[in-house]
């Protein structure tokens, strides 16, 4: 791993991975795993299916707790935190949709203060809605009756209902049509930057992971196999896993800008 991915000890990371480690059986899911994760970076977190990555996430918020080593939030101990405490300073986007089909659109985004056994202001819910670009009308409807892409507008807002410092997300826009996909990508983004965000952001696709992050991290088999800047893995660095992956959007987009040259020269025939 080079040093220009952010590879080695912060002074105060928000997260630090403190070789994890997660066995299932015979299965290492996620393998000494030594991280930092510093404040206010995007960092998205990148392999193939089954490699780790949901995981080694889940050990931020405790939903997965290792077998050896730690995850420190602040140089606490998360395992040493109350759960309800914990997920209010870390917001999480599920895997695919998950919001509860049974609760209104208010109701799921409250859900996480409520469980600290908070209510959450009318106001609070119409202000998350709007920072998601959604309309404060949709409070009261039930997640049927929205599209994919404004279900997970609501997940991202239930995420940031406690106000938290680290956003956590899984694959959130897997789900998502290639439009709903980049304009959320890029909402997401934007909301980082203006609340001031840490956040990590789980993904098996490389495109996003370079577009939208400013460190990549790349697991292969429960291990990091890379921590690099999207232009240095741009730039050929990260190694063969990395490369394998950052080759699939290149090669699209060369065979793209192909297409379009052809179709160009095609034009300057017609005329
Ligand atoms: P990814 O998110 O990268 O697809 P996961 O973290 O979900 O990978 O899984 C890593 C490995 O751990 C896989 O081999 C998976 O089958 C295994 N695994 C994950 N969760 C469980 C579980 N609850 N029980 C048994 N094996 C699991
Ligand atoms: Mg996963």
């Known amino acids: ?25 015979g299965v290492v899911a996620v393998d000494a795993v030594t991280c930092d994760i510093a404040g206010g970076s995007f960092t998205a977190l990148v392999g193939a299916s089954g490699s780790g990555k949901s995981t080694l996430l889940k050990t931020i918020n405790t939903l997965e707790t290792p077998g050896e080593g730690r995850v420190l939030l602040h140089g606490q101990d998360v395992a040493a935190m109350a759960p309800a405490r914990l997920r209010r300073r ?19 985004i409250a859900i996480g203060p409520r469980l600290a056994g908070e209510a959450l202001p009318r106001e609070r819910i119409e202000e998350l809605l709007r920072l998601v670009e959604l309309e404060p009308e949709m409070a009261s409807r039930m997640p049927d009756a929205l599209s994919g892409g404004q279900r997970q507008r609501v997940g991202v807002a239930r995420a940031l209902a406690g106000d938290p410092e680290l956003l956590i997300m899984d694959e959130p826009f897997g789900a998502l049509d290639p439009i709903t996909r980049d304009a959320l990508g890029e909402k997401v983004r934007e909301l980082h930057d203006t609340l001031g965000l840490t956040t990590i952001m789980v993904t098996h696709d490389m495109a996003e992971a370079l577009l939208l992050a400013d460190r990549v991290l790349v697991m292969e088999a429960g291990r990091l196999v890379a921590d690099e800047h999207p232009r240095a893995l741009l730039g050929g660095a990260g190694g063969e896993t990395a490369q394998g992956l950052v080759a699939v959007p290149r090669e699209q987009a060369e065979r793209l800008a192909h297409m379009e040259r052809d179709s160009g020269s095609d034009w300057a025939g017609a005329v």
């Not at 791993?1 to 059986?25: C, H, N, Q």
């Not at 986007?93 to 998950?98: E, K, L, T």
């Open 90 to 108: 870390v917001g999480y986007v599920f895997q695919g949709i998950g919001l509860f089909p049974h609760f209104t659109v208010a109701e799921n």
């Open 1 to 25: 791993m080079s040093a220009s991915g952010g590879a080695g000890e912060l002074a105060d990371p928000v997260i630090r991975f403190d070789a994890v480690t997660k066995r299932y059986g």
